[in-house]
T-cell receptor, first 114, second 113 residues
Framework: NAGVMQNPRHLVRRRGQEARLRCSPMKGHSHVYWYRQLPEEGLKFMVYLQKENIIDESGMPKERFSAEFPKEGPSILRIQQVVRGDSAAYFC????????????FGPGTRLTVL | QQQVKQSPQSLIVQKGGIPIINCAYENTAFDYFPWYQQFPGKGPALLIAIRPDVSEKKEGRFTISFNKSAKQFSLHIMDSQPGDSATYFCAAVLRGTASKLTFGTGTRLQVTL
């Protein structure tokens, strides 16, 4: 059973460009969470999604950030018009139905904004 | 009130020692407390977790001690090994928030030979 997969692992963007981060949850998992980790800091919750639904986006910045988890395909975290402050590691986690407390994390996408 | 405070920020112990990492919280609505281990360049991995109705939980060399009245919990690593060198995060989940994790700021552990 493959773990949570994220791609790309590293992403470099110039200010003003768009960043798209992908997350494929573990097989059988229908809950996806996105977290952001700034250098030397803990992880901060961004958004919680189930298939085709955003359940909790209380940690998402109000502008430029969006997330989706379509019926088919991976979950996408999209950052429009990136700024240097968006440089961070973005982690996706998934959990199975009936055991939402156990979250399994992917390897992360390290975004660098030049 | 939704913060989880973690200490120390960094810790160095010799092989075989017992590092202890502490966390404290204010919100009594937290009802699940996991610990994660993170190696450089990797995602966090769930180590062990506890609920507030239990005072201690052991899994292998890892033990969580939980003090509900003091709103504190700690991770002990028995017989620590150089391979345990990593960053450790405590976390908490608010009841009814569908497992949104609130993380502590992390403890960088180094186990020397």
């Amino acid at each position: 059973n493959a773990g949570v997969m994220q791609n790309p692992r590293h992403l470099v963007r110039r200010r003003g460009q768009e960043a798209r981060l992908r997350c494929s949850p573990m097989k059988g998992h229908s809950h996806v969470y996105w977290y952001r980790q700034l250098p030397e800091e803990g992880l901060k919750f961004m958004v919680y999604l189930q298939k085709e639904n955003i359940i909790d986006e209380s940690g998402m910045p109000k502008e430029r950030f969006s997330a989706e988890f379509p019926k088919e395909g991976p979950s996408i975290l999209r950052i429009q018009q990136v700024v240097r402050g968006d440089s961070a590691a973005y982690f996706c986690a998934s959990s199975p139905v009936g055991s939402v407390y156990e979250q399994f994390f992917g390897p992360g996408t390290r975004l660098t904004v030049l | 009130q939704q913060q989880v405070k973690q200490s120390p920020q960094s810790l160095i112990v010799q092989k075989g020692g017992i590092p202890i990492i502490n966390c404290a919280y204010e919100n009594t609505a937290f009802d699940y407390f996991p610990w994660y281990q993170q190696f450089p360049g990797k995602g966090p991995a769930l180590l062990i977790a506890i609920r507030p109705d239990v005072s201690e939980k052991k899994e292998g060399r890892f033990t969580i001690s939980f003090n509900k009245s003091a709103k504190q919990f700690s991770l002990h690593i028995m017989d620590s090994q150089p391979g345990d060198s990593a960053t450790y995060f405590c976390a908490a989940v608010l009841r009814g928030t569908a497992s949104k994790l609130t993380f502590g700021t992390g403890t960088r552990l180094q186990v020397t030979l």
